[in-house]
């Protein structure tokens, strides 16, 4: 088998692969390794998670895990917020009791953190993946599909974890998942790093466009039935 991913984010190469289970010379491995490879960026993880038919049920584990976890702990910080708006006095002259309220609040921002954030974490992976492997065969001659890119996103959900934090871990989780995303792109397609990064940028600008579009024509009509 001839081709490589090599160590590096330097993209597509020749050679042979090392520890490949798919071409008969390897052996699987196992859940820490994936974890670990798919955390340090080494390409031929993202390769062999993407290959792996076997892996789809952990991708989809550790997305809704991660997305549930974040939502959960979100939805807590958000209370804070409630906390400050239960002191208002007009809630006072109301006769509601502020820290009843918040709690009950709080409690009800983890919960729909905790149950909505995984389904549509879940929702994005698969239409996501689908965009993104037509992007790559299309113009760049990939061979993607929506299975393989599931597969590897799912893993490389695993960013996603540090949103727990606020601030750093977010701008942090947001970093490493483009990252991540863009080398699942090209592991998962076997497209060049350039193919992989115009993949990731172009269905982002398309809606951007359309959602303009959309906007600038809602303001023309609405323009238009106002001067009528």
Same mark, same amino acid.
Request: hydrophobic share 50%; glycine share 16%.
């Given at each position: 088998?001839?081709?490589?991913?090599?160590?590096?984010?330097?993209?597509?190469?020749?050679?042979?692969?090392?520890?490949?289970?798919?071409?008969?010379?390897?052996?699987?491995?196992?859940?820490?390794e994936?974890?670990?490879?798919?955390?340090?960026?080494?390409?031929d993880?993202?390769?062999?998670?993407?290959?792996?038919p076997?892996?789809?049920?952990?991708?989809?584990?550790?997305?809704?895990?991660?997305?549930?976890?974040?939502?959960?702990?979100?939805?807590?910080?958000?209370?804070?917020?409630?906390?400050n708006?239960?002191?208002?006095?007009?809630?006072?002259? !109301? %006769? +509601?009791?502020?820290? /009843? $309220? #918040?709690?009950?609040?709080?409690?009800?921002?983890?919960m729909? &953190?905790? *149950? =909505?954030s995984?389904?549509?974490?879940?929702?994005?992976?698969?239409?996501?993946?689908?965009?993104?492997?037509?992007v790559?065969?299309?113009f760049?001659?990939?061979?993607?599909?929506?299975?393989?890119?599931?597969?590897?996103?799912?893993?490389?959900?695993?960013?996603q974890?540090?949103?727990?934090?606020?601030?750093?871990?977010?701008l942090a989780?947001?970093? !490493? %998942? +483009?990252?991540?995303? /863009? $080398? #699942?792109?090209?592991?998962?397609?076997?497209?060049?790093?350039? &193919?992989? *990064? =115009?993949t990731?940028?172009?269905?982002?600008?398309?809606?951007?466009?359309?959602?303009?579009?959309?906007?600038?024509?809602?303001?023309?009509?609405?323009?238009?039935?106002?001067s009528?």
């Amino acid at each position: 088998m001839q081709e490589n991913y090599g160590g590096d984010l330097g993209g597509y190469g020749t050679g042979p692969v090392v520890n490949d289970p798919y071409s008969g010379g390897g052996r699987k491995s196992t859940l820490q390794e994936r974890i670990v490879g798919i955390a340090t960026f080494k390409p031929d993880m993202y390769r062999e998670v993407a290959e792996d038919p076997d892996a789809m049920g952990m991708a989809l584990l550790i997305t809704a895990g991660v997305s549930a976890i974040v939502g959960f702990v979100s939805g807590l910080l958000q209370a804070r917020q409630l906390v400050n708006l239960m002191q208002d006095p007009n809630f006072r002259e !109301l %006769g +509601i009791d502020p820290a /009843v $309220l #918040s709690g009950v609040g709080a409690i009800g921002l983890a919960m729909f &953190g905790l *149950i =909505v954030s995984p389904i549509s974490a879940l929702i994005g992976l698969v239409i996501g993946s689908a965009i993104f492997a037509l992007v790559a065969n299309t113009f760049f001659g990939g061979e993607a599909t929506t299975g393989k890119l599931m597969r590897v996103f799912g893993f490389a959900y695993i960013f996603q974890i540090l949103g727990i934090i606020p601030c750093l871990g977010t701008l942090a989780a947001f970093v !490493l %998942g +483009i990252i991540g995303s /863009v $080398l #699942s792109i090209r592991e998962g397609s076997r497209i060049g790093t350039g &193919g992989a *990064i =115009v993949t990731y940028i172009l269905p982002s600008v398309i809606l951007f466009a359309l959602l303009f579009c959309a906007i600038f024509g809602i303001i023309l009509l609405a323009g238009a039935a106002a001067s009528a």
